[in-house]
């Protein structure tokens, strides 16, 4: 089974260098060669495509045309598109600077899909070249599944450098073939420039790829979207995300730094309903760049669970868009970072969850101390601390089982074991939450832990004080976090590794039966 695997990444992975080596012949003939200009009148893919939201039989495509265009969509489970198993289009248009993504459904469960992208010029109908990615749906019972987490791209003006490699992360995570990935949020820093140099510690320059865009904060929509298309130049980040799903989650650099609702704004002011214009144009960027699905009447919502398969359902929460107003501190004692929906929405879809596994993405760790997040430090909960605890007897009374939390943010990775008999607050089953990234960014040194919910580091790997924070990436400290669950035991193994592809730590976690409502009734 690896070895067929195997194979087929190669053969995707050759399609992958022609496609790239003929669309550069092409460009450097229309120079020399009169008869071909007419290959300028076929609309192009500017930002690689992409697949998102992959769940047990449906999946968002995304890409990006030059202008005007429809893009079409074609799905095949065999390399050769010999047949069809799906079909449908979609305009990309000014509105959305010329991206365009769509839902399929109905596809085949636990199978390797082919997807297809070109545009059509709408104002000619001439026809783009096709570019070709893939992706697995969810998987029925008895498979096993492996799939990646991490966040922060581009930050602390850390951008390609061609000749250091540019986004070597994205290389390697390839390199495991996951499933899918979640990005648990910083895609972007549109609070930071991309300068063209920035010096090293040792003495070297490092040398970024610049663009109009990057070279200011973000204020404006078309400077929000240059964060996004800055991330597409480097042929590891295309090349990665034509071949792996994202499941993506957004945190502050997608704004600016440490954001929250109405605390966050500039000169543009606010919009009718009261949210100030930045947030506005920073989301609407998210999501015309994310291959992300919107859900329903609720658009621009980033919370969501997607199934995928009987050992997992993934719960992507949001921990920046309806949070209290202030830093995590105050004489008052109340706070909140999910908000009462979201909160309610969170328990209801645990308590109905049926799959083995249950992982909360989150895009901020809980036992960390910082004014940004929950964790104020040593002591029973307060403020944001109360919400969690709220979640956390939950899970316990309702014998919910099997929870898993993974987040990134802290630019170091870890793995913090939560003991109630280590706690203020006890009313909680133990449970693990780890810590992986950056993918491309600075590195920090470990930080420090509270009491409140019993964290133990049980492994942590940062920047040491020698070498001083915002370490740049090429100096290795860049991490992602690799989970294997195994179809037929459903134990899961969570592994931390860096942008070396090593193996840092590693755990194997097996799941426990799911608790009768009687039990957890004389416990609680």
């Avoid at 800055?230 to 990665?240: I, S």
């Avoid at 607050?425 to 449970?431: A, E, I, T």
């Amino acid at each position: 089974m690896a070895t067929l695997r195997a194979a087929r990444a190669w053969t995707r992975r050759q399609f992958l260098v022609r496609s790239t080596s003929s669309l550069a012949i092409a460009s450097l003939g229309t120079l020399a060669k009169p008869h071909l200009s007419r290959a300028a009148d076929r609309p192009q893919i500017t930002s690689g495509i992409q697949s998102g939201d992959v769940s047990d039989g449906a999946a968002v495509i995304w890409a990006r045309a030059d202008r005007p265009a429809r893009m079409q969509v074609e799905c095949s489970t065999v390399e050769s598109f010999k047949t069809i198993i799906a079909s449908a289009s979609r305009d990309a248009l000014p509105d959305a600077d010329f991206t365009a993504k769509l839902l399929l459904n109905d596809l085949p469960p636990g199978q390797d899909i082919f997807y297809r992208v070109r545009f059509d010029d709408i104002a000619t109908g001439i026809a783009g070249e096709s570019r070709i990615g893939n992706f697995r749906t969810a998987p029925a019972a008895g498979r096993s599944i492996s799939f990646l987490w991490s966040g922060d791209t581009a930050g602390q003006g850390w951008g390609i450098d061609v000749s250091r490699g540019g986004y070597r992360s994205y290389r390697t995570m390839l390199d495991n073939r996951p499933d899918f990935f979640i990005h648990s949020g910083d895609h972007i820093y549109a609070d930071c420039t991309i300068p063209s140099e920035q010096k090293l510690p040792n003495g070297e320059i490092w040398r970024n790829i610049v663009t109009e865009e990057k070279s200011a904060v973000a204020h404006t929509l078309a400077q929000f979207r240059g964060n996004y298309k800055y991330n597409h130049l480097d042929e590891h980040f295309r090349a990665f995300h034509a071949e792996v799903p994202m499941f993506a989650q957004w945190d502050d650099h997608e704004v600016t730094n440490d954001w929250s609702p109405t605390g966050s704004y500039d000169d543009a002011g606010f919009e009718d309903d009261g949210t100030p214009r930045l947030v506005a144009r920073a989301r609407r960027a998210f999501f015309d760049f994310m291959p992300i699905r919107d859900i329903g009447a609720q658009r621009g919502r980033v919370y969501r669970k997607i199934a995928y398969g009987p050992l997992l359902d993934v719960f992507m929460i949001d921990m920046r868009s309806y949070r209290d107003e202030t830093w995590n501190k105050g004489n008052d004692h109340r706070g909140w970072i999910l908000g009462a929906e979201q909160l309610a929405w969170l328990k209801r879809e645990l308590a109905a969850s049926r799959a083995t596994w249950k992982v909360i993405a989150a895009d901020l760790p809980i036992g960390l101390i910082s004014l940004d997040a929950v964790a104020l430090g040593n002591g029973p909960p307060d403020r944001r601390e109360h919400e969690i605890a709220d979640l956390l007897a939950f899970i316990k009374r309702a014998g919910i089982r099997n929870i898993v939390w993974l987040t990134a943010d802290m630019h170091y990775t870890a793995a913090h074991y939560y003991d109630p008999n280590k706690a203020q607050f006890q009313d909680f089953d133990p449970f693990w939450e780890f810590v992986s990234g950056p993918l491309h960014a600075g590195t920090w040194g470990p930080g420090e832990l509270d009491d409140t919910f019993g964290p133990v580091a049980m492994y942590q790997h940062g920047c040491s004080a020698a070498q001083g924070e915002n370490l740049a990436p090429c100096f290795g400290l860049q991490f992602f976090g690799k989970v294997d669950i195994d179809g037929p035991t459903g134990v899961m193994t969570v592994t931390l590794k860096d942008v070396d592809n090593r193996d840092l730590w590693s755990v194997d976690i097996v799941p426990r039966p799911p608790a009768r409502p009687a039990v957890v009734a004389q416990h609680s």
